[in-house]
Every structure is written in C-alpha cells, then in structure tokens.
C-alpha cells in the first residue's frame, strides 16, 4: 500500500485547510486510517482516525471541534477538513493506514505512511 498525502500549506490563524490521503495498491475500504503530526523535536502524536468499516472516528482533544475526518469523495481517499486552524497546529502531517489496526491513537498500530505534507499557520 502506497499513501499520498495533498492539500498542505499555509495559512492565518484561524483559516481552513483540507487534507486529502490517497492510498493505492489495496483499497482503503479494508483498512483503518489516521492522521498523525509532528513538530521538530518532538514525537509524532495522534490527530484523527477512521475506522475500517467507517463507523468509528477518533479525534485527539485538541482536534475535537475543529478537525473532521471522512472518506473522501474518491475511492480510496481519506479527508481531514481542519478549521479555526492555530499556529499550534503547525506540523508536518502524515497519513497512515493498517488493515489489522485496533488501538487507532497508536502510531505503532499503522505499518502503512506517507510521506507528509506541511501544515504552517501565522499568527
């Protein structure tokens, strides 16, 4: 499974940005997808998952309220729709994907990643 991450970039304090995450090799209707993100000199750490069946979403306090994760309208595809973005929330985020994932806020859990796609937010 290859992951694709798109729709990083920059914005002002409290604007929007949509992540989208497309996997291939396997479909994504088989496997549990998160989002995790990470700042320099710090661990990777949970933002939002999605179950396998689709039924489930996970989302880190900080994310609650202001993050949405979905199926995206493509096949495959997995969205996270950020807004009242924060420069906190400056990091470079990753998508991953497992089809065996239970603990879905363990970045262990995922053998599948991208690449990653910055996030910056200006005061």
């Known amino acids: 499974v290859q992951l694709q991450e798109s729709g990083g970039g920059s914005v002002q304090a409290g604007g929007s940005l949509r992540l989208s995450c497309a996997a291939s090799?396997?479909?994504?209707?088989?496997?549990?997808m998160g989002w995790f993100r990470q700042t320099a000199g710090k661990e990777r750490e949970f933002v939002a998952a999605?179950?396998?069946?689709?039924?489930?979403?996970y989302y880190a306090d900080y994310a609650k309220g202001r993050f949405t994760i979905s199926r995206g309208d493509a096949e495959n595809t997995v969205a996270l729709q950020m807004n009242s973005l924060q420069p906190e929330d400056t990091a470079v985020y990753y998508c991953?994907?497992?089809?065996?994932?239970?603990?879905?806020?363990?970045?262990?859990?995922?053998?599948?990643w991208g690449r990653g796609t910055q996030v910056t937010v200006g005061s």
């Open positions: 991953a994907a497992d089809p065996n994932a239970e603990k879905l806020r363990v970045s262990e859990e995922y053998t599948y």
């Open positions: 090799g396997r479909t994504s209707r088989n496997l549990s």
């Open positions: 999605l179950s396998r069946t689709g039924r489930s979403t």
